[in-house]
């Protein structure tokens, strides 16, 4: 399977900031997601990462608040802005990719706190 | 909608006894189904999967999940617990031909030496 990183692993980051998670994956994959996992709780699927258009958006959350970008097939960002302490969570990035399109490989997660 | 529904929050067993961690689904479609498991600080790690075929399928690190279509079930198995199984482990599921994967809620299993 692919590997992905993401980056930060961590932040600590003051309400009303922005942060800017990344995602990188070692081979072109065909689709790109981001979850988050708040405290204690299962994973919540934010958006699907579109290659060189807007991501698509799951109920709840809007790219105002959670622009995401893919420039191209290995890379993909996330921005939580204007953060409150509700989103203190793991954010991550999974992928699909040609060999296995029916799988989606996870990466290691952001552990995102704010204050 | 997909959804999946796990249970039971923790689940303890002792070491070399078997291990089982429950999951049913609801799906309108043909389900895909996942088993993800997740270490303190580490991302998800895929254990296995049933799409098709047969209903007994074999996975990472020696666990394997018995496909019920009448039970709507996808159970995780070990036969011989190890102590490094200890950690949250999450069932998943899609309809096919949609990407959405739903998550159930996690199982905390405590294997007890």
């Known amino acids: 399977s692919a590997v992905i990183s993401q980056k930060p692993s961590r932040d600590i980051c003051q309400r009303g900031t922005s942060l800017t998670i990344q995602c990188q994956v070692d081979s072109q994959v065909t689709m790109m997601f981001w979850y988050r996992q708040q405290p204690g709780q299962s994973l919540t699927l934010i958006a699907t990462?579109?290659?060189?258009?807007?991501?698509?958006?799951e109920s709840g959350f809007v790219i105002d608040k959670f622009p995401i970008s893919r420039p191209n097939l290995t890379f993909s960002t996330l921005t939580v802005s204007n953060m409150s302490p509700e989103d203190s969570s793991i954010y991550l990035c999974?992928?699909?990719?040609?060999?296995?399109?029916?799988?989606?490989?996870f990466g290691p997660g952001t552990r995102l706190t704010v204050l | 909608a997909q959804s999946v529904a796990q249970p039971e929050d923790q689940v303890n067993v002792a070491e070399g006894n078997p291990l089982t961690v429950k999951c049913t689904y609801s799906v309108s479609g043909n389900p895909y189904l996942f088993w993800y498991v997740q270490y303190p600080n580490r991302g998800l790690q895929f254990l296995l999967k049933?799409?098709?075929?047969?209903?007994l399928v074999k996975g990472s690190y020696g666990f394997e999940a018995e496909f019920n279509k009448s039970q709507t079930s996808f159970h995780l198995k070990k036969p011989s617990a190890l102590v490094s199984d200890s950690a949250l482990y999450f069932c998943a599921v899609r309809e096919g031909g949609n990407n959405r994967l739903a998550f159930g809620k996690g199982n905390q299993v405590v294997v007890i030496p």
């Open positions: 990462a579109n290659q060189g258009s807007e991501a698509t958006y």
């Open positions: 999974s992928v699909t990719s040609g060999k296995s399109t029916d799988t989606q490989y």
């Open positions: 049933y799409i098709t075929g047969d209903n």
